[in-house]
């Protein structure tokens, strides 16, 4: 596969694999998604890759999944249709970098917006600019229970998760660290180099032990229920973006910005 959306860079063992669409806020396409999915199987079967970054070019990490797109495809489907595409496309991209059987870690700046979120907390570990923010409005801004994968309860708590989407807002890359969500933050302009040299030290332990030991740490959280709360879940977004509130909500707003060829980085 060309890549047009995202830019795919070997550096010895470590791959690079960012968001390339500076100018839309790295909003995810439909081919930025595909192209992010040919991606990581080209890493999962690339046996020099040991570690994968997932990162943004420019300023942000990602607005979340872009709204153009997407409602356009809304247009075309029906509710059948869009269950399917969306388990495949958004909750399976986000399931197929969680089972990625290499490390993957996140490097975050700017902007890491309902779709980038789960892209982000997806990863095996997030490191943050200082200047990062994670958000996930989709609650406020289209009516819908969050965004196809609710990794937030698992990623912050519950409770940290619920002031998080029942408000709307956001939370700084700092208090993404106190609350257990970001390993590290540090300055925008070591960022690159400071992922990069964690990627690397993890790139030297023996990568079949390491693939055998992201097994049993992904086993522990599946056993708590992780995937099947996740799959749960992705129901009850289905039908909450199915319903007359959420479709009022669009109609209101949400088909005006797109015509006026915005994206307001929700999810939808």
């Not at 490097?107 to 990062?132: K, L, P, Q, R, T």
Request: with cysteine; glycine share 8%.
């Amino acid at each position: 596969m060309e890549y047009n959306d995202i830019t795919y860079e070997k550096t010895g063992a470590v791959l690079r694999v960012c968001h390339n669409r500076p100018d839309k806020g790295n909003a995810q396409s439909t081919r930025l998604l595909a192209e992010l999915d040919d991606a990581l199987a080209r890493a999962k079967a690339d046996s020099e890759v040991h570690v994968v970054i997932i990162g943004g070019q420019g300023k942000h990490f990602s607005a979340g999944h872009d709204l153009a797109d997407g409602m356009k495809l809304r247009g075309d489907y029906t509710v059948e249709q869009h269950w399917h595409w969306e388990q495949e496309h958004f909750l399976g991209n986000a399931m197929r970098i969680w089972d990625l059987p290499k490390p993957t870690i996140a490097e975050v700046s700017g902007a890491c917006i309902a779709g980038g979120f789960m892209v982000a907390n997806s990863c095996d570990i997030v490191i943050a600019s200082d200047d990062a923010y994670f958000s996930d409005p989709v609650l406020h801004s289209m009516g819908a229970a969050a965004v196809e994968a609710l990794l937030h309860p698992w990623v912050l708590n519950t409770r940290k998760a619920k002031e998080l989407l029942f408000t709307g807002g956001k939370i700084s890359a700092e208090e993404g660290k106190e609350w257990g969500m970001v390993n590290h933050v540090v300055p925008r302009a070591d960022l690159e180099d400071f992922t990069m040299k964690m990627a690397q030290q993890i790139a030297k332990a023996p990568p079949h032990a390491t693939a055998m030991l992201k097994r049993s740490l992904n086993r522990t959280a599946d056993i708590q229920g992780y995937r099947n709360s996740l799959n749960a879940h992705f129901d009850t977004h289905t039908v909450s973006s199915s319903t007359k509130e959420f479709w009022d909500i669009v109609n209101q707003g949400v088909a005006a910005m797109v015509a006026g060829g915005k994206n307001s980085g929700s999810d939808k």
